[in-house]
């Protein structure tokens, strides 16, 4: 969600007083007075804006992207097939559809459809919305679908077979609630749900997890953990790969503890709660959130470390730093394949990948080639367990996306999808600046704008910014924006101000509480060096704010 304003004084606000303020009543938002005040005005605007030629030009234009099925169809492979959800005019809910890879890489693939969703909403007089299948490897014919009820957090679990296209009789089955559920074996899952009094948490999330035995009562499901009151979460996995059952406990949204099932029960892994952790193969990867302190030497937030699993559980931590950032580098994510490890870095919000691989005592670099220099960089691997292929997707402010598919042991990439292109590029430029906020700080901000802009303060011109919850905001491809504002001359404006993600934790937390008008004194100091470098005026600037992240 967000929110649009002009700017009536840069960089501060008039308020009036509260005597003062004639129209103090409209914050009665839902009186009747108030409502028609608003209804009228509404009203007034639409007559004045909707009924002009150009309106109408724009707005068929606009409804002819979102409309568009130019759409890039993203898979994920199960079994031997790939996956895709696809929706449309025609299939609003969605087709859960699949392909082979020969197929899906060419210009007009072969989809076989597995589960119609709109077909089931009316078959059961439901209002299903798709909340993603859970499979069980390494065939991934029977799944655990999750179905929400007009797209509710909620939802319902039920058991699925891919090579009948029909759900399992008498299988697993969870009603309605926040779950969690995932394969243990084809005979048993591990469960979170509503287990009855005091089973959630106090956010409504499974506070017990469970392992639940095919053909019994849910009541008979064996506990594995159980978690407190205030927890937001417990849930399991387990990793079909190395055969071992993984405990998460999210103590906040920012903190979590992880255990290992062992043949004595539990073994909690050692690391500090703001920490994430995960395991790859015989391996421990932990991305750290803030300072940490081992045997001496200090690792700082923000870095991603690495050390052997089997002398972790012995207290032996040997660790070797993947990553360290800088003032203007961080880790955006990692991803595994079957040999490698991938970072995903970004220098200056500007995507860089790095591929290592574990050899005896020591990760070793490895090249990744073909990759483009430019645009967002979004990786992730085919099938981490069988090979080191993947899929690249690459953003751009004015490129349109482009999906990419290759294998890191065999050069390049091949381009096998792309968006068209929804408007006219051809004479505009992106270009990256830095502005000094408040107390000293370098905020990034990236700009498109005309080659040619002038820089006497003429132009119109829309800032965005977003500073929360470690969101980064990074170089994508918006038709809307293309054809509504830049084919116009309109500027437009990402500020990355802190709150968010772009120099990893500290970035974010250098926003938080007491510090939260940073991100406001950010957003002040990009408009200001708007205004300096003559690209707008105070009366041209216009702010689109995210109101998710607070900073509105």
Not at 239 to 251: C, K, M, N, P, W
Request: hydrophobic share 35%.
């Amino acid at each position: 969600m967000t929110i649009l304003f002009a700017l009536l004084s840069w960089p501060g606000f008039a308020i009036a007083e509260e005597n003062s303020d004639p129209h103090q009543w409209l914050e009665e938002v839902e009186s009747q007075e108030s409502l028609d005040w608003v209804r009228t005005r509404n009203t007034q605007s639409v007559e004045a804006i909707a009924s002009s030629t150009e309106f109408k030009e724009l707005e068929e234009r606009l409804l002819a992207i979102y409309n568009s099925n130019e759409r890039i169809p993203y898979v994920r492979k199960r079994g031997q097939y790939f996956y895709n959800l696809w929706r449309d005019a025609e299939h609003p809910r969605g087709l859960w559809r699949r392909s082979s890879l020969e197929s899906y890489q060419s210009d007009s693939p072969e989809w076989d459809i597995v589960l119609d969703l709109d077909k089931l909403s009316e078959e059961e007089n439901e209002n299903w919305v798709w909340h993603g299948a859970n499979c069980l490897p390494p065939e991934e014919e029977i799944c655990l679908v999750s179905l929400s009820r007009g797209g509710a957090d909620a939802d319902v679990k039920r058991e699925f077979n891919t090579k009948s296209k029909s759900f399992v009789e008498n299988g697993f089955f969870l009603p309605e609630a926040k779950s969690d559920i995932s394969w243990l074996d084809v005979d048993h899952v591990l469960v979170g749900t509503d287990f009855g009094e005091n089973s959630l948490t106090d956010s409504g999330y499974p506070r017990i997890t469970k392992i639940w035995k095919r053909g019994t009562d849910l009541s008979e499901a064996v506990l594995l953990k159980e978690g407190r009151q205030d927890d937001i979460s417990v849930g399991a996995y387990h990793d079909h790969s190395e055969d071992r059952t993984i405990v998460y406990q999210g103590l906040t949204f920012y903190s979590n503890r992880l255990f290992l099932q062992g043949k004595k029960g539990l073994i909690q892994l050692e690391k500090q709660d703001s920490a994430n952790m995960s395991l790859w193969k015989d391996s421990v990867l932990i991305e750290l959130r803030e300072n940490w302190i081992v045997d001496g030497e200090e690792y700082i937030a923000g870095s991603l470390l690495a050390a052997p699993l089997k002398a972790w559980l012995k207290g032996k931590k040997k660790i070797t730093p993947l990553f360290v950032p800088t003032e203007r580098t961080s880790l955006s994510t990692y991803t595994v394949t079957k040999d490698y490890v991938i970072l995903t870095v970004l220098e200056d919000v500007k995507s860089k990948l790095l591929v290592l691989r574990p050899e005896k005592r020591t990760w070793v670099p490895h090249e990744l080639t073909g990759i483009p220099e430019f645009g967002q960089l979004s990786i992730r691997a085919v099938d981490d367990e069988e090979s080191n292929e993947y899929f690249l997707t690459v953003r751009d402010f004015i490129e349109p996306d482009a999906l990419y598919f290759g294998s890191i042991d065999s050069g390049a990439p091949t381009k096998i999808k792309a968006l068209p292109a929804f408007f006219d590029a051809s004479n505009l430029a992106v270009s990256q600046h830095f502005a000094e906020s408040k107390d000293g700080t370098k905020v990034p901000y990236f700009q498109i704008a005309a080659k040619d802009i002038p820089t006497d303060g003429s132009n119109p011109t829309l800032l965005y910014g977003y500073g929360g919850f470690e969101v980064s905001l990074l170089p994508y491809y918006s038709g809307s924006t293309g054809v509504g504002w830049l084919e116009k001359g309109g500027v437009y404006v990402i500020g990355n101000i802190r709150g968010g993600g772009e120099y990893g934790p500290r970035w974010h937390q250098a926003a938080l509480k007491e510090n939260r008008h940073r991100a406001y004194e950010d957003f002040v100091a990009i408009g200001d060096d708007l205004v300096r470098r003559g690209i707008t005026s105070p009366s041209k600037l216009g702010i689109q704010g995210g109101s998710n992240g607070g900073l509105l």
